[in-house]
């Protein structure tokens, strides 16, 4: 049975970083890239960063510069460094692992509110 589990959430001043961690376990066939999405209360969940296989990365214009997503593929982990950390940032975060077959796994989230 795949499970994505989030870890690494918490409540920061804004400027202040934090270190998201996603462990997937279980077998996932034909994996295409791995990401980090994100919803705020009353908002629809947005992507924040992902990672594909090549190791090409893609980010929302309004975490660039600031998170960098990386992936550890020999423990099957995915990481999101949040840096500068805004109040707008303030969400639940998710963890994807998405399929060349279109298939998309999620985590339970983890809570990143940011304070000003």
């Known amino acids: 049975q795949v499970q994505l589990v989030e870890s690494g959430g918490g409540l920061v001043q804004a400027g202040e970083s934090l270190r998201l961690s996603c462990a997937v376990s279980?077998?996932?066939?034909?994996?295409?890239?791995m990401g980090w999405y994100r919803q705020a209360p009353g908002k629809q969940r947005e992507l924040v960063a992902v990672?594909?296989?090549?190791?090409?990365?893609n980010y929302a214009d309004s975490v660039k510069g600031r998170f960098t997503i990386s992936r550890d593929s020999g423990k099957n982990t995915v990481y999101l460094q949040m840096n500068s950390l805004k109040p707008e940032d303030t969400a639940v975060y998710y963890c994807?692992?998405?399929?060349?077959?279109?298939?998309?796994?999620w985590g339970q989230g983890t809570q990143v509110t940011v304070s000003s």
């Open positions: 279980g077998s996932i066939f034909g994996i295409n890239g």
């Open positions: 994807n692992v998405a399929t060349r077959s279109l298939r998309n796994y």
């Open positions: 990672i594909i296989l090549s190791g090409s990365t």
